[in-house]
């Protein structure tokens, strides 16, 4: 019997998949990938020391991609991943050439390496498809690049005038069953009492996510619920934040609750295992996403946030990246890194169960659309276009 699932070298940064959201996106998408005839062997590029370079760790992971021989290899790529190394750009000249090349874009339109090269020379490599400022030779050398929202991709066509293809993410965190109750528990564990309201920010805890502002709009807030809480849902430490830093803005986000008299609303969880924050996730009567970027379908926790049918709120994303605001599944913030428009957007839900009641039921059928079993099913479509599989 042939066999012709198609054999895929997936190639992604070293961080763990409870401290770097594109790993957690790799093992879930591998998990989905194998269940739509999709082989994964996922290939971290992984230095063994921190005295060891990226050059290394990037010669090695390409040997173990060689040894492979697989039929597509696919880069998951975002510079944070790398801890800001050029080296991973570099990829596609250890790479077979024979074997078809695909690029996934996490983050991208804000960076470039070298960064003291004028804007006109990068347009001019760009267009000319030799080299790009974000992902050195992996956007020009790629049979295929995957962004995971619009706004990346218009970023890529109007540097490069090619089109990526668009294969959205899902949630990081699926409503799990039973977790309703757990939720209930959770509830009672905080000592909250009935109808105390709840608010949860969920995922990696950085400066961009707009704590600060949240916590600043508490204050206000508790005015018209004094037995109001918040619930911090996530991690410090990241790829994107380190651990000494890690610790130094857990402690300025303590220090900011203290001097603003709110100690005793915030509670920081810490990474949970996807059970509790799913639990987390129903205990909350409000979640609060105020990252100071705007919130687009990129966000693992806003699609999370939405599958488990709460009421959110989130600051505005840049155009083409707004499906969410566009559709009235999330309340949107009216500025970012701003504290006042957090508190009466906030405010205005938990005054009004009515709209809270539509955000949910609107929010639970936007994030329908968004799922693993899609996203894996996308996937296999572009691996075999790429191969000229046109029929599989």
């Not at 401290?19 to 269940?35: K, M, N, P, Q, R």
């Not at 996530?234 to 300025?252: I, K, N, V």
């Not at 699609?303 to 990246?321: E, I, K, N, Q, S």
Request: charged share 25%; aromatic share 6%.
């Amino acid at each position: 019997m042939v066999d012709d699932r198609i054999r895929v070298a997936m190639l992604h940064g070293p961080g763990r998949p409870d401290a770097d959201g594109v790993s957690d996106y790799v093992t879930h998408l591998v998990e989905a990938l194998d269940g739509v005839g999709v082989e994964v062997t996922p290939v971290p590029v992984r230095p063994d020391a921190d005295r060891e370079r990226w050059r290394a760790a990037t010669a090695r992971a390409a040997r173990r991609v060689r040894e492979l021989a697989p039929d597509v290899v696919h880069v998951q790529f975002a510079p944070s991943a790398y801890r800001f190394s050029g080296q991973p750009g570099l990829l596609p000249w250890r790479l077979p050439r024979r074997v078809p090349l695909v690029t996934t874009l996490h983050e991208y339109g804000w960076w470039a390496c070298p960064g003291w090269l004028p804007t006109r020379l990068w347009s001019a490599l760009e267009r000319a498809r030799c080299w790009d400022r974000e992902s050195g030779r992996l956007v020009p050398a790629s049979a295929a690049v995957v962004v995971t929202n619009p706004g990346h991709g218009d970023v890529v066509h109007a540097r490069t005038g090619r089109r990526a293809t668009h294969i959205p993410i899902a949630p990081n965190v699926v409503d799990r069953v039973g977790a309703s109750t757990a939720g209930a528990r959770l509830r009672a564990e905080l000592g909250l009492r009935e109808g105390a309201p709840l608010l949860a920010f969920f995922g990696f805890v950085h400066p961009v996510k707009g704590l600060r502002y949240l916590i600043e709009a508490l204050p206000e807030l508790r005015r018209d619920h004094p037995d109001l809480r918040l619930l911090v849902v996530g991690g410090f430490t990241s790829q994107a934040l380190p651990e000494r830093e890690a610790r130094a803005f857990r402690a300025e986000l303590t220090g900011l609750a203290h001097r603003c008299g709110v100690a005793d609303a915030v509670t920081f969880t810490g990474h949970l295992p996807a059970e509790r924050v799913s639990a987390a996730l129903h205990a909350a009567d409000v979640a609060v996403l105020p990252f100071t970027t705007g919130v687009s379908t990129k966000s693992g926790a806003l699609l999370a946030a939405l599958a488990h049918g709460v009421p959110t709120a989130v600051t505005r994303a840049d155009a083409g990246d707004d499906g969410p605001h566009r559709s009235g599944a999330v309340a949107v913030i009216g500025a970012r890194r701003d504290s006042a428009a957090i508190a009466r957007t906030v405010g205005r839900l938990l005054a009004d169960p009515v709209l809270r009641r539509r955000l949910a039921e609107r929010g639970r059928a936007f994030a329908a659309a968004y799922s693993w079993p899609r996203v894996a099913a996308a996937h296999r479509d572009l691996y075999a276009r790429t191969l000229g599989r046109v029929d599989a």
